[in-house]
């Protein structure tokens, strides 16, 4: 001590060295460490003891403190300012490497406000330092993670969340055991959380703790899993009794916070509120009163600015369900301005907050009677599915990503009907159709678009391949944000004027969404027409529900034989009910506004209605709609006018014919398919190359490679016929549509449409006006979330102008006739492919019209009427 009784730098080196000597040798006591901190930082900087002295409790700390693990790790970042200037030392880059990353994993726990593009470059930089150390690489490996899940828990990236396991068994190297079944049970809690499903919560929850305490991982791992088991046992308890006790002395629980905000405190308190509105769906008022309470408590409390958001959300929840239980206005205001205030603190649109905050908005005015404004916030919450599929790390992980974006498309459109205003109504509904098809294209048309935009930088950083980086697609989506409100605005649907002009590109005179009814409401069908104002046709029976005539048709497609053999009658009899249900649902009504003319119409089917034959709807009187109108398909009218603004390609005799490969067994052998290819090649396309079985002497097999170089060859043509099988294929991990063709010399015989869309887009100014599909199963939807994603529209949406593509495996003599008949009045008589594909239907409905001339015996024996023979083919596109 000197004079004044402050004890003397020397002292206070004795003290610190005293401390550190006893977590050496293993007794971490958490008070002691944190005045050690103290203590240390009254030491001068220029005295070499204090670097040295912070290292070494760093290395202690990380070597001996397991069981204090969740106090220790916050005071690294203190610990490892104090040890600045680095003391010498050959393991010390290492050890501050180490606890440097166990500090990042320790910070990016919940929503902070972090810089994640330098906290994932630092990550990096952890990950290579400690490569050598599996004891310190650990905690690098888990800081890298943890910033991929806090950018996915960000902007809602589900690909990455749930792909946690996938990502964790590189660290099985690491460690004695295996941790595959622990983070599984954590992952699958996640996914039950989400869905509200609080006794599976507590099922995955307690499974998870049971699996840790029989399975340790390892020192490193058991440490970082440590607060969560700590915090599981917690929460499930509190879930399971529906009480708040067991955490209340957590959310009591002292604790150091460098900023003097208790996140941890926040995130509790939430939790709390959310097992009392027992996730929403509560419904004894005194329960919401006090839940009410805490969400006060927590917003006066104060937060950081990520957490401060989700507690404002909690309390105007809590606002509204009072509103909805006591049936009162009281609390709308504030309800309205607290929404307001969290609005104001998230990053927009890329926030998990965004549509859940619009939704309660939309839900006041709608309680006030203002259909329209709460239809406008609807559409704004909706702008939230569309940047999820766009930063989406890959496509299969959008799945839970837009899996509610219909319903809510659905549910805002209805809004804005009851307000009369249809046009606004078409917008909306727009915004929940074809998503990752969209973003798909998006993604590859991107470079394009920022340079456009000014952003030259991000457009170099994109197209050199850094596409997968979170940080970037976040930069990326939040300039496409800022393009919002001008002409062709990519991330928001076109408005009615720029519909009408695709309309008239594409010769079609309506674009019509038909909206199947459910809970009580009607079907609907959404009209935009060439001219006149939008309208509306209420369909009250065009409902997908059980024991109806369309349920009973779906279950018999989806055991309608993947191969092209003969259709079996239950199939035949389900096709042929469906027809007289299709003109009653919807197409009778749809048709009688246009009863002067044959129209061309443009579908947008919803759900299920997608897979519906609409050109085969059958009027009482015998008279399929095709014979009254001329019908196309399409994604949705954000990728109708990007393919009706593409330049034409005018037909030629040159392109490739796929005939029959050799599939090695995987596809039975389709005979009439190579006679059906080699005579359209002969009348139609001279001049085009043929690959597969049955053609002229010396023609390649059609593998993979094949195909894949033809697709990615500027000059090799710009018609594709593919007289192949096309294969649908569900499994755990997915459902796949894919080419079926030759293997090549790496054993591959599958082109799906994923890699589909991305050859193309390597190529983009590959000119392909029209592809062909005589495959089964082209127009099937490979995500049952997003309707339109198939191996038809994938052509389509990667820049293929037009595109015919089947329903249903269709006897492969009848496709054979009906794909002759279609090249003969494209090619011979000029007609539109849209036309073409119409007349050839008509000549297969009435075997009394004439047949070409110079059409083979052989095809023409097999031209029939029967609807399963001519409906399955539909045409998308120019």
Request: charged share 25%; glycine share 8%; hydrophobic share 45%.
């Given at each position: 001590m000197d004079d004044s009784g402050a004890m003397t730098t020397e002292a206070v080196l004795a003290r610190c060295s005293h401390t550190l000597g006893r977590v050496e040798v293993g007794e971490v006591d958490v008070a002691a460490v944190a005045e050690f901190i103290v203590d240390l930082r009254r030491v001068p900087e220029e005295r070499p003891e204090r670097a040295r002295l912070a290292a070494g409790m760093v290395g202690a700390l990380v070597e001996r403190s397991r069981a204090?693990?969740?106090?220790?790790?916050?005071?690294?970042?203190?610990?490892?300012?104090?040890?600045?200037?680095?003391?010498?030392?050959?393991?010390?880059?290492?050890?501050?490497?180490?606890?440097?990353?166990?500090?990042?994993?320790?910070?990016?726990?919940?929503?902070?406000?972090?810089?994640?593009?330098?906290?994932?470059?630092?990550?990096?930089?952890?990950?290579?330092?400690?490569?050598?150390?599996?004891?310190?690489?650990?905690?690098?490996?888990?800081?890298?993670?943890?910033?991929?899940?806090?950018?996915?828990?960000?902007?809602?990236?589900?690909?990455?969340?749930?792909?946690?396991?996938?990502?964790?068994?590189?660290?099985?190297?690491?460690?004695?055991?295996?941790?595959?079944?622990?983070?599984?049970?954590?992952?699958?809690?996640?996914?039950?959380?989400?869905?509200?499903?609080?006794?599976?919560?507590?099922?995955?929850?307690?499974?998870?703790?049971?699996?840790?305490?029989?399975?340790?991982?390892?020192?490193?791992?058991?440490?970082?899993?440590?607060?969560?088991?700590?915090?599981?046992?917690?929460?499930?308890?509190?879930?399971?009794?529906?009480?708040?006790?067991?955490?209340?002395?957590?959310?009591?629980?002292?604790?150091?916070?460098?900023d003097g905000v208790d996140d941890d405190s926040v995130a509790a308190k939430i939790a709390t509120t959310a097992m009392l509105f027992r996730f929403q769906q509560e419904t004894d008022l005194g329960r919401v009163e006090q839940a009410l309470d805490e969400c006060r408590e927590m917003v006066a409390a104060g937060q950081s600015r990520s957490v401060r958001p989700f507690a404002l959300a909690a309390l105007a929840f809590g606002l509204l369900r009072r509103v909805e239980l006591a049936d009162t206005a009281d609390g709308l205001v504030e309800a309205q301005a607290v929404l307001l205030d969290a609005k104001a603190l998230i990053n927009g649109p890329q926030s998990p907050l965004w549509p859940m905050i619009n939704d309660m908005l939309s839900y006041l005015d709608r309680y006030r009677g203002d259909h329209g404004a709460a239809a406008e916030s609807g559409v704004e919450g909706q702008l939230r599915y569309v940047v999820r599929a766009l930063l989406e790390s890959d496509t299969a992980g959008a799945k839970v990503a837009i899996a509610d974006a219909v319903g809510g498309a659905v549910k805002y459109a209805r809004g804005f009907l009851l307000a009369d205003r249809v046009e606004d109504a078409l917008r909306v509904l727009d915004t929940g159709r074809g998503l990752m098809l969209f973003a798909e294209v998006l993604r590859h048309d991107l470079p394009d678009r920022l340079t456009a935009a000014g952003r030259i930088d991000l457009a170099r950083r994109w197209a050199a391949g850094e596409g997968e980086s979170?940080?970037?697609?976040?930069?990326?989506?939040?300039?496409?944000?800022?393009?919002?409100?001008?002409?062709?605005?990519?991330?928001?649907?076109?408005?009615?004027?720029?519909?009408?002009?695709?309309?008239?590109?594409?010769?079609?005179?309506?674009?019509?969404?038909?909206?199947?009814?459910?809970?009580?409401?009607?079907?609907?069908?959404?009209?935009?027409?060439?001219?006149?104002?939008?309208?509306?046709?209420?369909?009250?029976?065009?409902?997908?529900?059980?024991?109806?005539?369309?349920?009973?048709?779906?279950?018999?497609?989806?055991?309608?034989?993947?191969?092209?053999?003969?259709?079996?009658?239950?199939?035949?009899?389900?096709?042929?009910?469906?027809?007289?249900?299709?003109?009653?649902?919807?197409?009778?009504?749809?048709?009688?506004?246009?009863?002067?003319?044959?129209?061309?119409?443009?579908?947008?089917?919803?759900?299920?209605?997608?897979?519906?034959?609409?050109?085969?709807?059958?009027?009482?009187?015998?008279?399929?709609?095709?014979?009254?109108?001329?019908?196309?398909?399409?994604?949705?009218?954000?990728?109708?006018?990007?393919?009706?603004?593409?330049?034409?390609?005018?037909?030629?005799?040159?392109?490739?014919?796929?005939?029959?490969?050799?599939?090695?067994?995987?596809?039975?052998?389709?005979?009439?398919?190579?006679?059906?290819?080699?005579?359209?090649?002969?009348?139609?396309y001279r001049d085009a190359r043929y690959i597969g079985r049955g053609g002229p002497t010396g023609s390649d097999a059609g593998t993979v490679a094949q195909v894949r170089a033809w697709l990615t060859d500027r000059d090799a043509g710009s018609m594709l016929h593919l007289a192949c099988h096309g294969t649908f294929t569900t499994d755990p991990d997915g459902t796949t549509a894919s080419l079926l063709l030759a293997p090549d010399e790496s054993g591959a015989r599958e082109l799906t449409a994923d890699q589909i869309v991305r050859l193309l887009a390597s190529v983009p100014e590959r000119e392909l006006g029209l592809v062909v599909m005589a495959a089964c199963h082209t127009g099937r939807s490979i995500h049952g979330y997003d309707e339109a994603y198939s191996l038809g529209t994938a052509f389509l949406a990667a820049g293929a102008r037009t595109v015919l593509s089947t329903q249903w495996a269709i006897p492969d003599e009848s496709t054979s006739s009906l794909m002759y008949l279609f090249h003969h009045f494209h090619r011979e008589k000029g007609l539109a492919p849209w036309r073409a594909l119409r007349a050839a239907q008509l000549r297969m409905l009435d075997p009394s019209l004439p047949l070409p001339e110079h059409m083979p015996d052989a095809l023409r024996v097999a031209a029939d009427n029967h609807v399963v023979s001519w409906a399955g083919f539909v045409h998308s596109g120019q």
């Amino acid at each position: 001590m000197d004079d004044s009784g402050a004890m003397t730098t020397e002292a206070v080196l004795a003290r610190c060295s005293h401390t550190l000597g006893r977590v050496e040798v293993g007794e971490v006591d958490v008070a002691a460490v944190a005045e050690f901190i103290v203590d240390l930082r009254r030491v001068p900087e220029e005295r070499p003891e204090r670097a040295r002295l912070a290292a070494g409790m760093v290395g202690a700390l990380v070597e001996r403190s397991r069981a204090a693990w969740t106090r220790v790790v916050p005071m690294f970042g203190d610990l490892l300012a104090l040890a600045d200037p680095p003391p010498p030392g050959p393991e010390w880059p290492v050890v501050r490497a180490g606890a440097r990353a166990a500090y990042l994993a320790h910070c990016l726990m919940g929503l902070p406000d972090l810089d994640l593009v330098a906290a994932e470059r630092e990550a990096a930089e952890l990950v290579a330092t400690t490569a050598g150390s599996p004891r310190h690489h650990v905690f690098a490996v888990l800081a890298q993670e943890a910033v991929k899940q806090s950018a996915a828990t960000r902007d809602g990236d589900e690909s990455v969340r749930l792909g946690s396991l996938d990502r964790l068994t590189a660290l099985l190297t690491l460690s004695d055991n295996d941790p595959r079944e622990l983070i599984g049970h954590l992952q699958a809690s996640l996914v039950a959380n989400q869905s509200s499903d609080g006794a599976d919560v507590v099922r995955q929850l307690q499974m998870f703790t049971e699996a840790h305490g029989q399975n340790p991982i390892g020192d490193g791992m058991q440490a970082m899993f440590a607060e969560t088991v700590a915090k599981v046992e917690t929460l499930a308890t509190a879930i399971e009794t529906r009480s708040t006790a067991r955490i209340q002395a957590e959310i009591d629980r002292p604790r150091i916070a460098s900023d003097g905000v208790d996140d941890d405190s926040v995130a509790a308190k939430i939790a709390t509120t959310a097992m009392l509105f027992r996730f929403q769906q509560e419904t004894d008022l005194g329960r919401v009163e006090q839940a009410l309470d805490e969400c006060r408590e927590m917003v006066a409390a104060g937060q950081s600015r990520s957490v401060r958001p989700f507690a404002l959300a909690a309390l105007a929840f809590g606002l509204l369900r009072r509103v909805e239980l006591a049936d009162t206005a009281d609390g709308l205001v504030e309800a309205q301005a607290v929404l307001l205030d969290a609005k104001a603190l998230i990053n927009g649109p890329q926030s998990p907050l965004w549509p859940m905050i619009n939704d309660m908005l939309s839900y006041l005015d709608r309680y006030r009677g203002d259909h329209g404004a709460a239809a406008e916030s609807g559409v704004e919450g909706q702008l939230r599915y569309v940047v999820r599929a766009l930063l989406e790390s890959d496509t299969a992980g959008a799945k839970v990503a837009i899996a509610d974006a219909v319903g809510g498309a659905v549910k805002y459109a209805r809004g804005f009907l009851l307000a009369d205003r249809v046009e606004d109504a078409l917008r909306v509904l727009d915004t929940g159709r074809g998503l990752m098809l969209f973003a798909e294209v998006l993604r590859h048309d991107l470079p394009d678009r920022l340079t456009a935009a000014g952003r030259i930088d991000l457009a170099r950083r994109w197209a050199a391949g850094e596409g997968e980086s979170p940080a970037l697609r976040d930069e990326v989506v939040t300039a496409l944000l800022g393009l919002t409100g001008l002409p062709g605005d990519p991330l928001r649907p076109p408005a009615l004027t720029e519909i009408t002009a695709a309309l008239r590109a594409t010769e079609a005179d309506a674009f019509v969404y038909l909206v199947p009814g459910g809970a009580g409401l009607p079907g609907l069908a959404v009209v935009a027409p060439t001219e006149g104002p939008p309208r509306f046709v209420v369909l009250p029976d065009l409902h997908v529900a059980a024991d109806t005539e369309v349920e009973r048709y779906l279950v018999a497609l989806a055991n309608r034989s993947r191969e092209l053999g003969p259709v079996d009658g239950e199939f035949a009899d389900r096709v042929d009910t469906l027809c007289d249900w299709a003109w009653r649902a919807a197409i009778g009504p749809l048709l009688e506004s246009f009863a002067t003319r044959v129209p061309h119409l443009v579908l947008v089917p919803m759900g299920d209605l997608a897979r519906v034959p609409w050109q085969a709807a059958r009027r009482p009187d015998g008279t399929h709609a095709v014979e009254l109108a001329a019908f196309s398909l399409a994604v949705s009218a954000r990728l109708f006018c990007l393919a009706a603004a593409r330049t034409p390609v005018q037909p030629s005799s040159s392109g490739l014919i796929v005939a029959d490969p050799d599939t090695g067994g995987a596809g039975a052998p389709l005979v009439a398919a190579r006679r059906e290819a080699h005579e359209v090649r002969q009348a139609f396309y001279r001049d085009a190359r043929y690959i597969g079985r049955g053609g002229p002497t010396g023609s390649d097999a059609g593998t993979v490679a094949q195909v894949r170089a033809w697709l990615t060859d500027r000059d090799a043509g710009s018609m594709l016929h593919l007289a192949c099988h096309g294969t649908f294929t569900t499994d755990p991990d997915g459902t796949t549509a894919s080419l079926l063709l030759a293997p090549d010399e790496s054993g591959a015989r599958e082109l799906t449409a994923d890699q589909i869309v991305r050859l193309l887009a390597s190529v983009p100014e590959r000119e392909l006006g029209l592809v062909v599909m005589a495959a089964c199963h082209t127009g099937r939807s490979i995500h049952g979330y997003d309707e339109a994603y198939s191996l038809g529209t994938a052509f389509l949406a990667a820049g293929a102008r037009t595109v015919l593509s089947t329903q249903w495996a269709i006897p492969d003599e009848s496709t054979s006739s009906l794909m002759y008949l279609f090249h003969h009045f494209h090619r011979e008589k000029g007609l539109a492919p849209w036309r073409a594909l119409r007349a050839a239907q008509l000549r297969m409905l009435d075997p009394s019209l004439p047949l070409p001339e110079h059409m083979p015996d052989a095809l023409r024996v097999a031209a029939d009427n029967h609807v399963v023979s001519w409906a399955g083919f539909v045409h998308s596109g120019q």
